[in-house]
C-alpha cells in the first residue's frame, strides 16, 4: 500500500529526498556504517523470503565477473540485488543513493586486482550463508565484506 502526503505525492519521495541530502553531508565513514546497518537486514530479509532461484541467479553474480566488465558495477548490481531481494524497496532506493555517492571510493579501491578478486571472495561468501539460510552468518559475512572494504579505503588514504 503506497501512503500519500498532504500534497498528494508519495510519502517515500519526500523520504528520498531528505536522505539524499543528508546523505550529501556524510563522510565515507557514515556511509559504510549507514550500508551496513542497511545490507545486514537485507541479508537476513533475503534469507527469509527469497526464492532458490533468485538466490541462485544472486550466486551468478558473484562467481561470474565477465571478462572486461566494470568491478564497479559489476559490484553495484550485486548490493543492488540484495536490496531488491531483500523485499524492503527503500532500501534498492537507498543503494542507488548512497552508491553514487561512493562510486569514487569504490572505483580507487576495485582498482586493485588483488582487492577486486577478494570483493569477489566475499560476495561469495556472502552468497553462501544465504544459500544456507543462515541469518546470522549472512548478517556476519555482509559486515566482514563492508569492514574489508572500509579497511581497503583506509589504507588508500
Do not use: W
Amino acid at each position: 500500500i503506497r501512503q500519500d502526503d498532504d500534497r498528494g505525492g508519495p510519502v517515500g519521495d519526500e523520504l528520498a529526498l531528505a536522505l539524499t541530502a543528508q546523505m550529501r553531508k556524510a563522510t565515507y565513514r557514515d556511509l559504510l556504517e549507514f550500508r551496513e546497518v542497511i545490507e545486514s537486514r537485507a541479508v537476513e530479509n533475503i534469507v527469509k523470503i527469497a526464492s532458490d532461484a533468485q538466490i541462485e541467479e544472486l550466486a551468478e553474480l558473484a562467481e561470474h565477473v565477465p571478462a572486461g566488465e566494470d568491478p564497479v558495477k559489476i559490484d553495484h548490481y550485486f548490493h543492488y540485488r540484495i536490496a531488491e531481494l531483500s523485499g524492503n524497496t527503500l532500501f534498492s532506493s537507498c543503494i542507488d543513493m548512497y552508491y553514487d555517492l561512493i562510486r569514487e571510493m569504490r572505483q580507487k579501491s576495485l582498482q586493485n586486482k588483488q582487492r577486486s578478486e577478494s570483493v569477489q571472495q566475499e560476495h561469495r561468501a556472502v552468497v553462501s550463508a544465504i544459500r544456507s539460510r543462515d541469518a546470522g552468518a549472512a548478517k556476519r559475512a555482509i559486515r566482514a565484506h563492508l569492514k574489508a572494504v572500509r579497511e581497503s579505503v583506509e589504507d588508500d588514504a
